[in-house]
C-alpha cells in the first residue's frame, strides 16, 4: 500500500493547533473544575523555581528531585506568565517531532505522527506542563547531530541530558560503537564533550547548591526507600526490604546488574556485532532499561516512545505482530491499574495481586524485548533491499 | 505546698442540701456524694531537693491529656486536645542524649516513660505519649498518691502538669464526679475546699458565676463566696460538629467535618472592629488535629482548598516517606484557618490527608485517630490595636473609640483573673496571644475516636515474592540474551562480515 506523503510544514502546523486546543482546554479546566488538567509536578517544578528566582534553593520545596536547571527554567513562570513552563514544553515537544520526521525520512512520516506529532497521549503529557519532552528533544537533538557528523554539538547535548536524568549514559557505548573504529577521532572529540557538559554543569550546580543537588538529583534515586506501588517487578521486594523486618543482601543491588548488563553492555555488543541500526538499538537499550527499573511510572514510556519511529523503520515487524505486541503491553499495564485502583481508591489489601500483576508486566515488556531483537534488521540489509 | 479542691455541683443537685450535710473539722472535710464535677489543683513549689536537675534541663515543661471520651463543662473544662501530650522547653539542645536524659528523669521523677519521639513546634517541643487509657490512670493516680499523700483519685477526664521557674502546678479534672469524698489535713500542706454551683441569673457564655463555701483545712474556717469570672476558654451554645471520614478504606481518606448550629461569630465579641480602610474580623475559625505517623497531610494540596488557609503543619511531613522510616516524630500537628462563609450551602468542610505504606503484617493496619479542636478564635488586642491606629477623628469619636478601648482592655484583665485557666506551655492554645478568647464548638455527643484501615503486605510471603522476582530477573535476563545472540548467530554466521558491517554502516559514521 503506498502511504501517502504529508508535507512536513503541515503535519507540524497540525500538531501545533492540537497542542494549542489541549493547552487552552487545561487553562479553562483549571480555571473552572476541581479535577486540575495540570500534573501535579509542574506545581513542583514552579514552586521549587519561586524559591530559585528568592535566591534560595529549589530543595527546598519537598519531592523536587530534579537538576536544579529546571527550576532555573523556570523562573519566567513568576515573572511572566505561570504557564510559561508549559510552553517551553509543548515547544520542546514540537521540536523532538521535527527531529524524528527528519531522523526517518518521509515515507516513515505517519509513523512519526502516529506515535509523536498526534498521539493524544503525547500532547497531554506536554501541554499538562510534564517536562520529558525537555529530555526526549536533548536525547533527538544528540543524536540528529550525531548522525549530520558533528560529535562536540552530540557529546555536550548528550551530557546535558545525563545532567537532566542519569540513563541518557546507556547511549554512549552505542554511539562509540557506530564508529568503525572505537578509537578515533571522533569518540575522542565525542566523549571528552560528553565529560565536558556533564561535569562542568554538574560542578556549577553543586557550587550553587552543594551536597543537596547531588543528594536530591542523584544519590536519592540510588538508596530511595519510597516505593509508593508502581509498574515495576521490584516494587514490593523494595517494600519489604526497606520496612527493615527482612534480611536482605542481594536484594538491593539485583536490579542493577541486568539493568546495566543488559543496556550497556549486551545490546550496545548486539549493535556492533550485528551492524544494527542505531536507532533501533537506543530504543531497544531505553526500553530494557525501563523494563528491569527499580520505579516505573506513566512518564517512564517517554523516554523510550520518542526512539519508536526509529525502531519502527527498520523491523520486519507485519502489522499483525506490532497490534499483538500493542495489545500485550496495553492489557498487561491495564491489570495493573486495575489492582492500583482497588488498593490507591479502595484501599483493599491487594499487594499480592499487584505483585502478580507487576510480574505480568515484566514478562509482557521481556517479551516485546525479545521480539523485537528478533525482527530488528541490519543497516546492510536495509541497503541492500 | 497548696491544695485546692473545687466541687461544681450540677443543676440537678440541691445545693443548699450538699451544703448543709459538708462536715468540717480541725482535721478532715466530709462532703457528701454529689453529682457534679471536681478539680484538684497541687501547687508546688520550686525546691531542689524535691526536682533535682529539672531547672537546669527545663525552662519549663507541661504534661496534658484528656480522656478521648470525655464530655466536659463550662467552668472546669481546659478544652486539652485528646490523648497524652508532654510539652518541652529545653535549655539544652534536643539531641539523643538530652531526650534521653529527659525521659530518665521524667520516669524515675514523675513515673512516666515518654518515647523519645518529638515534633517541633513553634511553642517548643511536643510529644505524644502512646499509653492505653488505663495505664494513664493508674499512672494519674500514683501522680496524685505522690504528692497529695491520701485520698482517692476517681476516673480523670483531664489532667495538666506545668513545670516552670515557681514550681509544679498540678491539676486533676473530673467532669462526672458522683461519690462521697473526705479530705484531711496534711502536714505543711495548706489545703482550701470550694463546694459551688453556679448561678444561672448572672451567668452567661462570656460570663460565669459561682456561689457557694470555701472551706480552708487547718484553720476550720467555712466562708460563703461568691465568684464572677470571664474565662479565656468558652463553649459555643446550640452549635456542634460531626467529624467523620470519607473515601474510606483507601490511601487518601478525608476529613469531614460537619457543622450544626450556627457559624457566626460568637456574639459577644461579633462583628468587625472598623478601621479607616479595612473592616477586620476579631474572631476567625480554626480547626486543630494531632495525627499519628501513619498518615500525612500534604501542606501543597491544602492550599488549593477554598475554604481553608493553613496556619502551621508540624511535625512529619515528608509526603513520600513509609510510616516505619520515620523513627524521630511521632505524627504531625495541623492548624487551620477555616472560612465559615464559604460553608454556608454544605456546612461541611472536607480536608484530604493520606495514609502512608504501613508496615508489612497481616494484610491491614487499623489506625486510631483522635477528634480534633474546633473553635473561634477571637483576639482581643485587635480592636485595641486598631483603635490606637486610627487618627484624625472628632473629640466626639475619639470618646467613643477610647470607651471602647477600655471595655475591651477590661475583657482582657479579666481573663488572667479567671481561677481555673493558666498560660498553656504547649498545644494549640500556646500558639495565640495570651488576650485570645476560644470559643470552642463542641463534639457531636456521640463522637469519640475514628479508625482508619490502612492496607499493608503480608509479611510472610516475603520470601515468595523475593525468589519470584530473583527467577523471573534471570528468567527475563536469559531469554533477552538468547535473543540476542540467537539473533547474531542467525545473522552473522561468518564472522568475516563483522568488519565489513562496520563500513557499510555509512549513514551513521561521522566525519574524520
Known amino acids: 500500500m503506498k502511504v501517502p506523503h504529508i508535507p512536513i510544514k503541515w503535519l507540524m502546523l497540525a500538531s501545533l493547533l492540537l497542542r494549542i486546543a489541549f493547552f487552552a482546554f487545561g487553562l479553562y479546566q483549571d480555571a473552572t473544575m476541581e479535577v486540575k488538567y495540570t500534573d501535579i509536578d509542574y506545581y513542583v517544578f514552579t514552586d521549587a523555581s519561586k524559591y530559585v528566582l528568592e535566591g534560595k534553593s529549589p530543595y ?8 536544579p536547571l529546571l527550576a532555573q527554567l523556570l523562573v519566567p513562570c513568576h515573572i511572566w506568565w505561570f504557564s510559561f513552563g508549559k510552553l517551553v514544553f509543548v515547544v520542546c515537544d514540537l521540536i523532538t517531532g521535527w527531529i524524528l520526521c527528519d531522523l526517518t525520512g518521509e515515507s516513515k512520516r505517519a509513523v512519526v505522527s502516529i506515535c509523536w506529532l498526534l498521539n493524544p497521549m503525547v500532547i497531554t503529557i506536554s501541554t499538562r506542563g510534564s517536562s520529558e519532552s525537555l529530555l526526549t528533544v536533548v536525547v533527538l537533538g544528540s543524536i540528529w547531530l550525531w548522525k549530520r557528523g558533528r560529535p562536540i554539538g552530540s557529546g555536550l547535548l548528550l551530557g546535558l541530558a545525563i545532567h537532566l536524568k542519569i540513563y541518557p549514559l546507556i547511549y554512549v557505548p552505542t554511539l562509540l560503537l557506530s564508529q568503525s573504529r572505537l578509537v578515533s577521532w571522533p569518540n575522542f572529540r565525542f566523549s571528552a564533550s560528553v565529560g565536558v557538559s556533564f561535569v562542568s554543569l554538574g560542578v556549577a550546580m553543586y557550587w550553587m547548591y552543594g551536597w543537596e543537588f547531588l543528594e536530591h538529583s542523584y544519590l536519592y534515586h540510588w538508596g530511595r526507600i519510597d516505593h509508593r506501588h508502581n509498574f515495576s517487578l521490584y516494587n514490593q521486594l523494595m517494600y519489604h526490604v526497606s520496612s527493615g523486618q527482612v534480611q536482605a543482601s ?5 536490579s542493577f546488574v541486568p539493568q546495566l548488563g543488559l543496556s550497556m553492555v549486551v545490546l550496545p555488543l548486539w549493535f556492533w556485532y550485528n551492524g544494527m541500526d542505531m536507532g533501533t538499538t537506543l530504543f531497544l537499550q531505553t ?10 511510572t506513566s512518564q517512564y514510556f517517554i523516554w523510550y516512545l520518542c526512539l519508536l519511529p526509529l525502531l519502527l523503520e527498520n523491523t520486519d515487524l507485519t502489522k499483525w505482530q506490532g497490534v499483538q505486541m500493542t495489545v500485550v503491553w496495553v492489557l498487561s499495564q491495564g491489570i ?5 485502583y482497588k488498593l490507591e481508591f479502595q484501599g483493599l489489601p491487594v499487594f499480592r495481586e499487584l505483585f502478580l500483576s507487576s510480574l505480568v508486566f515484566f514478562l509482557a515488556q521481556i517479551y516485546i524485548i525479545g521480539q523485537l531483537v528478533k525482527h530488528a534488521i541490519p543497516v546492510q540489509h536495509l541497503k541492500k533491499e | 505546698m497548696d491544695h485546692r479542691i473545687t466541687f461544681i455541683l450540677d443543676n440537678k443537685t440541691d445545693a443548699s442540701e450538699v451544703f448543709s450535710k459538708v462536715k468540717l473539722t480541725a482535721k478532715s472535710l466530709e462532703i457528701p456524694a454529689v453529682t457534679g464535677s471536681r478539680q484538684n489543683v497541687l ?6 531537693s524535691l526536682f533535682g536537675d529539672w531547672a537546669a534541663v527545663f525552662q519549663g515543661f507541661e504534661i496534658t491529656y484528656r480522656y478521648p471520651e470525655a464530655v466536659g463543662n463550662e467552668i472546669l473544662d481546659s478544652y486539652n486536645s485528646a490523648g497524652l501530650f508532654l510539652y518541652l522547653r529545653p535549655r539544652l539542645q534536643l539531641l539523643d542524649e538530652e531526650i534521653r536524659t529527659i525521659g530518665s528523669m521524667l520516669l524515675q521523677d514523675l513515673g512516666l516513660e515518654t518515647e523519645t519521639k518529638f515534633i517541633a513546634t513553634p511553642s517548643g517541643f511536643s510529644s505524644k505519649i502512646n499509653v492505653g487509657d488505663v495505664h494513664v490512670q493508674q499512672w494519674l493516680s500514683s501522680v496524685f498518691s505522690r504528692f497529695a499523700g491520701e485520698g482517692e483519685l476517681g476516673h480523670v477526664d483531664e489532667f495538666s502538669a506545668a513545670f516552670g521557674s515557681t514550681g509544679l502546678n498540678i491539676s486533676f479534672t473530673s467532669f462526672d464526679h458522683a461519690q462521697p469524698d473526705t479530705v484531711y489535713t496534711k502536714s505543711g500542706v495548706k489545703t482550701e475546699v470550694g463546694v459551688f454551683e453556679r448561678e444561672p441569673r448572672l451567668s452567661s457564655v462570656d460570663s460565669i458565676a459561682i456561689n457557694g463555701f470555701r472551706y480552708a483545712l487547718g484553720d476550720a474556717q467555712e466562708k460563703r463566696t461568691m465568684l464572677q469570672f470571664q474565662r479565656p476558654h468558652r463553649l459555643v451554645p446550640v452549635s456542634e460538629v460531626h467529624t467523620s471520614l470519607v473515601n474510606v478504606p483507601g490511601l487518601h481518606p478525608k476529613l469531614r467535618l460537619q457543622f450544626e448550629g450556627d457559624l457566626r461569630e460568637p456574639m459577644k465579641l461579633a462583628g468587625s472592629f472598623e478601621t479607616n480602610s479595612t473592616k477586620e474580623p476579631m474572631c476567625e475559625l480554626f480547626y486543630h488535629v494531632n495525627y ?10 491544602l492550599k488549593w482548598l477554598q475554604a481553608v488557609d493553613l496556619i502551621g503543619l508540624w511535625g512529619s511531613d515528608n509526603l513520600e516517606q513509609p510510616q516505619y522510616a520515620n523513627t524521630l516524630e511521632w505524627g504531625s500537628e495541623i492548624l487551620l484557618r477555616v472560612d465559615p462563609g464559604r460553608l454556608v450551602e454544605t456546612q461541611s468542610l472536607e480536608v484530604p490527608f493520606h495514609s502512608r505504606y504501613a508496615l508489612p503484617g497481616n494484610s491491614s493496619d487499623i489506625v486510631e485517630l483522635l477528634l480534633g479542636e474546633l473553635f473561634w478564635g477571637c483576639d482581643l488586642k485587635k480592636p485595641v490595636q486598631a483603635a490606637e491606629s486610627l487618627a484624625g477623628t472628632t473629640p466626639i469619636e475619639r470618646e467613643a473609640r477610647q470607651a471602647k478601648i477600655d471595655q475591651f482592655q477590661v475583657e482582657v484583665d479579666a481573663l488572667s483573673h479567671s481561677p481555673f485557666d493558666y498560660t498553656a506551655l504547649g498545644g494549640y492554645k500556646s500558639y495565640f496571644e495570651p488576650e485570645t478568647v476560644f470559643y470552642h464548638v463542641a463534639n457531636a455527643a456521640s463522637q469519640q475516636t ?7 503486605a503480608i509479611r510472610t510471603d516475603f520470601n ?4 519470584a522476582t530473583l527467577a523471573s530477573v534471570l528468567l527475563g535476563t536469559a531469554y533477552v540474551v538468547k535473543c540476542v545472540l540467537g539473533r547474531s548467530q542467525s545473522r552473522n554466521p561468518d564472522r568475516k562480515n563483522r568488519k565489513k558491517t562496520a563500513e557499510t554502516r555509512g549513514r551513521e559514521t561521522t566525519k574524520n
Open chain 1, 250 to 254: 542481594w536484594e538491593k543491588l539485583i
Open chain 1, 336 to 340: 495493573w491499574l486495575l489492582f492500583g
Open chain 1, 60 to 67: 527546598l520545596r519537598e519531592t523536587y528531585r530534579y537538576t
Open chain 2, 450 to 456: 475514628m479508625q482508619l484501615e490502612v492496607p499493608a
Open chain 2, 464 to 467: 515468595a515474592i523475593r525468589y
Open chain 1, 287 to 296: 526500553f530494557t532499561f525501563v523494563t528491569f527499573n527499580k520505579v516505573i
Open chain 2, 43 to 48: 501547687r508546688v513549689p520550686y525546691e531542689a
Open chain 2, 292 to 301: 499519628p505517623n501513619d498518615v500525612y497531610w500534604d501542606r501543597y494540596e
